[in-house]
């Protein structure tokens, strides 16, 4: 299994302002996926992490809002930017990993409070 | 269309008790995995039990039971012998085919009562 670490693990920022979570992985692996948890709802895909080239963002989501980094094969950084009260949620990252049918992993989790 | 389904928002079960959550699933695919996570309110995602689509057999793992059946496109997730620590939310995801995504359900929320 993969072993995920995510900073920070929660933050309280004011509006305006913009907030860069790191995420690392303990092995090398070729996607790092983001995603979003608004209070009280599902998991919601931003975007794929390719090492070496640009993310691939889902629908509603466009980089200028959340810019991500890929500088190697074990880290990836989002940026939530311009925060407004609505991106109040949880963030995180995960991978595919070894195991019975590749199961994908996830880190702990960063919990955005905007004001 | 909603791929995963969960259409118990919440749920009360004893301690001690076995609890069943349902889920059903959407999808053309003849190549699929099904995944169960729990999330406590600490918010991290645990991965639970996975369910391939060519397994033949239900998949367990410890007190984690998956009821897995194709032809009514169902893979609801059995605890048994709940414990307080199973207090928490449950989703249901999927993989579809060769697709890296997963397709996440509404999630269940479990409270367990001593």
């Given at each position: ?115 | ?37 729990k999330q406590p309110s600490s918010?991290e995602?645990i ?40 207090s928490a ?26």
């Amino acid at each position: 299994s993969a072993v995920i670490s995510q900073k920070p693990s929660r933050d309280i920022c004011q509006r305006g302002t913009s907030l860069t979570i790191q995420c690392q992985v303990d092995s090398q692996v070729t996607m790092m996926f983001w995603y979003r948890q608004q209070p009280g709802q599902s998991l919601t895909l931003i975007a794929t992490a390719n090492q070496g080239s640009e993310a691939t963002y889902e629908s509603g989501f466009v980089i200028d809002k959340f810019p991500i980094s890929r500088p190697n094969l074990t880290f990836s950084t989002l940026t939530v930017s311009n925060m407004s009260p609505e991106d109040s949620s949880i963030y995180l990252c995960s991978v595919w990993g070894g195991g019975v049918g590749e199961t994908q992993y996830f880190g702990p989790g960063t919990r955005l409070l905007v004001l | 269309a909603q791929k995963i389904t969960q259409t118990q928002p919440g749920m009360f079960v004893q301690e001690k008790e076995a609890v069943t959550l349902d889920c059903t699933y959407d999808t053309s695919d003849q190549s699929y995995g099904l995944f169960w996570y729990k999330q406590p309110s600490s918010g991290e995602m645990i991965f639970l039990i996975y369910q391939g689509s060519y397994d033949e057999q239900n998949a367990t793992e410890g007190r984690y039971s998956l009821n897995f059946q194709k032809a009514r496109k169902s893979a609801n997730l059995v605890i048994s012998a709940s414990q307080l620590g199973d207090s928490a939310m449950y989703f249901c995801a999927m993989r579809e085919g060769q697709d890296y995504k997963l397709s996440f359900g509404a999630g269940t929320t479990v409270t367990v009562r001593a």
